[in-house]
Every structure is written in structure tokens, then in C-alpha cells.
């Protein structure tokens, strides 16, 4: 039964919602604002917020000094392309956890879980040396493989639970039908579960896109994501802060633009399953 | 064997001809280097080598100084080959050079002129009399001061001054009032960061990190002497927060005007210089790092250095390369195109004598001094059993000079006492000697 919700509790929610949304902006907007400024402003204190003089040198001597687009490709290669195998390989995965679990599903789960809990470093040498072993060092399937490997534990719970909300009759009538494992995967089971997956792919595209360990420590030249090239930016030398917010602005635009326009899936697949 | 398969092998036999070819034509070699101004000069300049050297093509990899150095040692210890050009420091030459992952530089070409390099800094680059790494740009620390200010407070700054003449001036010219402090010093933790400043102090204060047999020294008078000093200049002359402070901080602060002197790498003499940038461009005066009259001053000895990696498949492009970007002539190229004032200092003698250098680079005569002062191969009072100014020469140094400097950095921040901060720096040295077998 839903509760009344009086006018006064809705105000406050909603300022108490704006304050911690400005709250959590705020920093990413400062960025935005400082790469307009100049060297000197951007360290000036007090600091002005929105009256100095807006510049665009910042952006010209970044795109100058690096190519952005090809940092930016590579960007959207890795971490579309490392969805993507993710989700062909979680999604049967996914669908034997939901439909037919076994005595240790549970714990097959969770112990999945757990390889999120080593710390990334740990495996560092072992890769390196696969890698140099296998000669795909800098590579776009060494760093595809990689970034599945991350995210796939993610990437099979978000799909367990949006599977375990679809009722197993359907399937077991697609069954009766005469539909295959691999019909009832195809047919069936995606296509109600496609709200479910789409919010999945784009929350991990954005884990792939910011993961800043793996894709800095096995990329050189060919495979640099744009991670690489903010830390191309940062100085510990020398104050380069605006050039630094300039790069960090590029390389933020493309995936906060794609965060606004899927914001409804996106929330949606944060809350799905999480109200019974 | 179908026709599909004669086809594909077809198309890999051409494809694997083509590899060769490209490979015959163009040797190209891959520079690892850090975000700092004169590194990107360089890379500015990458045209000019190659119309010297049309065969040889160059990538760049630039990277935050932290990320570079874990990226390169994890590609050096494994022989991964990713680079065939490492800029890296005077830390790392030591180590690596005498596990054999660096190529040696005998070889150089003769107008390359390793005699005419400044001997404290090829002193930090050689190994058992084997030169690994070429340096590109050196720098120590001195003391920059506000003219200004020293003036109003009636003093006069000694070329050489002593501890307690810096703590003396630092409060004469403290007004909190007006949000200027006496001193800005670095309190950030890390080995590269408070400790590379609080090593190099405690060297003038006659202490060391350990004796000769490598037992850590964190419990002697000359440590407490160092730290206690340090602590008291900072929490009544300092500014608030410094326990967060490191060089861009400090460089953002004396440039607003709000630190009377500095003491920090030479390479800041340029920044705080530059009118574009620094509010207080003309009234900065320079002097050599503070001593306490023990025949040490507490001034560094750093070199950003190119090294070409023992796993390198292009020995002779990347060797070429290097003596072309730490040769005479590239300081000259430099000078041609972005003026003298911004040629990369600190690494030959031909510099400092040049008038033309010696004019535009007003700094010029402190940096060289402060980088003659320092010698890595015997930094401090007592006799110590490694090199380094403000480090230590041992691949544990990174995880230990880190750790103790947390503790000296909650010192400042208030948050523990010298004497806990001295305890727990020993009782960590301690136990990081003895597990990696040095006791």
C-alpha cells in the first residue's frame, strides 16, 4: 500500500536529494570550470568561480601535444569489446545459476565475488609475464581479456538477478514448446531479460572505461585508453592543472554523455530485484 | 590441403613479408618519460631528430611520475621490451644498473663529451666506474626567499646560511594576519616527497638512516634534533595544512606570495621567476640549503636521466637517440627555439660557463653550487654503506622511506608526538632489514 506523502517531506527530499547530487557533481564540475582558466587562475586562491577569463588555450595545446582520438578509440574499443565477451559468457552462466541452481550455487557466486576482493596488483606480475609470454603485450585482446576478467563476476550477479525475476514457467512452457537450451536462451530468456542486460552492458561499459590499473600497466602505445592519457597530464613537477582538468574533460565527456542519455536504464538496472 | 587453407596460408606468408619490410625501412623506438616541463620540450622537439635520423621513427609514452616508475620496473624486472628508452632517476640507476637491466654508456660518441658532465651528478649515475644512464636535467635544493620581505624584517640572507638562521627569518617574516607564513616546507608523505626533504636535512643535522653494519639510526640525538626542528618551524612559522604540502602546493603557495622562503628543488628557481605565473616574480633571492656547521648542507641531488634497457631490440636507435637529447647541441637547439632561460640545467660544466645562460638564468650560479654541494657517493657526516642524498639506494627504500614518512607527516598534522613518530620510524627500519636480510 503506498503511503501518503505530504508536500512538506517531498520539499525536503527533494532539496536534501539536489544538495547531495550538487555534492557529488561539484567536483567534476570544478574540473570543467578549471580547464577554461589559465595556469595562474587555476591555482589562485581565493579562487574565482565563474568570473575569470575563459580560455580554450588549454584544449588546443592538449589536443597539440596528444591525439586524443586515437587514446579515444581505443577507449571505446576496450571496454565495448570487453562487455560485449563478458556478456556472451555470463549470460548461460547466469541463466544455469537462475534456472537450475545446484547445491553450491551459492557459493559459486560468492566466491566469484571474492576475486573482486584481491587486490589488482597482486596479479600483476603473473599477467606481465602471460602476456609477454604469449607476445600480446599492448594489445587489444590482452586488455579485452583482461577487463572481461574484472568485471565478470559484476557482470554474472547483475544478470543472476535480473533472471531470477523472470518467472521459470515461461521458460518451462517455451520447453514444452519443443525450444532447445539454446532457443530458450536466444528467444526466450534475452529478449525478456533485454532491460536487464542493456543496463548491465552500460554500467560495465563505464567500469571498463574508467579502470585506470590494468589498462595503464599493460598498455604502451598501440592500446592506451584514455586513462593513459590523463596520466600523461598530471605532473608532480610543475603546475599544470588546468591542462590536467583540460585532459580530464575529455576524457570524462564522452562517458557522462552517454551516463545522462541512459540514465533511466542505468538506474532502473541499480534498483531492479532490490524491491520485492 | 582445401583450397580455404591454401589461401589463408597464402595471405600469411604476404602478410609476414610485409611485417619484415616495414620492419627493414624504419627502426622505431619507444620513450617512457614524465610530465615535467622540460621532458615535454623535448618531445616538442622529436621532429628535429627525426630529420636528423629519418630512419628512425619515435613514440611517446609520458606518464605521472609514480605510474612511470611502476610501469618501468615492472617492464625491466620482467624483460618485457615495452620501451627502448626509460627516464628514470638517480634512485633507480644504482639498483638496476648493478643487476645488469641497463645497458652501459661507454660507447658514447666522442662530441657527446662525458668529461664536460657535472662530476656529483655522473657520480650518481655510475656504477663500479660504468656510466648507465645519461642525465638530462639535474637539480638540488636551495633556498628561495622574498626579498621583499627579508628586507622589511631587517635581515639580510646569508649564500650560506644555518639552521637557525632560517628559523630566525622565518619568524621575523611570519604574519598570520596577512597569510603570510615564514616557511613553506614539504609535510606530504612519501619517499620522494617529506622524506627526499627531511633526509636531506637530517644529513646537516649529522644523522643518517643506518650505520654501517645497516641498523637503522631512527633512535640517535641527531634524528630527534631533525625532527623536533623541523616540527617546530613548521607548526609556528608553517602554513595550516602542511602536512599536505608537497612541491606544487608549496609552488602554488610562494607564488601567491605567502611563504617567506621555500627550500625546494632548483628546478622552482624557473617557475617563481616567470611573471606569467608567479605574483612575486621579482623579489625572489636564492641561497644554499641551511646547514648546522657539520660539513653537510641539507640540499639534494636528483637527475631525470635516460637509460636504455638491457631488453632492448633496438640498442642503437635508442642509444643514439639519448645522445642526442643529452648533448651540447640539443641545448643549443633549445636555446634557438624556446630561449636559454628554458634549456634543460644541472648536467654539464659548458652550461654554467656560458654568459649567455649565466644572463638569462639569473639562478644559474645557486643551482650549480647547491648541485656541487651534494655527493651521493658519501652524503653524510658518519660513514654510511649506501649512496644517495634524500634516499637510500636499496629497492626496499620506496615501501620503507613511504611508510616512515606517514609517520613524520602525522607528526606534523598534529596527530602524534616527534619522540612516537622517531619510535615507529625505527621500529619499522628495523623490521624491514631484518625480513629482507640485510641484518
Redesign the interface.
Known sequence: MARAVTTRRKTITTIVAWAIGILIFFPILWTILTSFKT??EA???PPSFLFFNWTLENYTLVQE??NYFRFLMNSVILSVGSTLLGIIIAVPAAWAMAFVPGRRTKDVLLWMLSTKMLPAVGV??PI??IA?TLNI??SYILLIMVLMLINLPIIVWMLYTYFREIPGEILEAARMDGAGMREEILHVLTPMALPGIASTVLLNIILAWNEAFWT??LT??KA?PLT?FI??????????YAKLSAASTMAIAPILILGWFSQKQLVRGLTFGAVK | MTAETRALMGACAVAAFAATGALAQDTTI?IAT????DM?RM??LTDEFTAEHPDIAV?W???????LR??VT?DIS??????DVMTIGTYEVPIWGAQGWLQPLDDMPDDWDADDLLPAIRGGLTVDGTLYAAPFYGESSMVMYRTDLMEAAGLEMPDAPTWDFIKEAAAAMTDTDNEVYGICLRGKAGW?ENMAFLTAMSNSFGARWFDEDWAPQFDTEAWANTVNFYLDLMNNYGPPGAANN???EN??LF??G?CGMWID?T??AS?VTNP??STVADSVGFALAPDNGLGKRGNWLWAWSLAVPAGTDAEEAAKTFVAWATSKGYTELVAETEGWANVPPGTRQSLYDNPAYQEAAPFAAMTLESINAADPTNPTVDPVPYTGVQFVAIPEFQGLGTQVGQEFSAALAGQQSAEEALESAQALAEEEMEAAGYR
Open positions: 595556469e595562474a591555482i589562485a586562491d601535444r596528444s600483476l606480475f606481465v609475464l609477454r603485450y599492448d595503464l600497466n604502451t602505445v592506451a593513459a596520466a600523461s597530464y598530471s605532473s608532480p613537477e610543475g603546475l599544470f | 619507444t614524465v610530465n615535467n616541463g615535454i618531445q616538442g613514440e609514452v609520458t606518464l605521472e611520475e609514480n605510474v611502476q610501469r615492472t620482467t624483460s618485457g621490451g615495452q620501451f620522494g608537497g612541491f606544487n609552488l602554488a607564488q601567491q605567502k628543488a628546478v622552482a617557475f606569467a605565473d
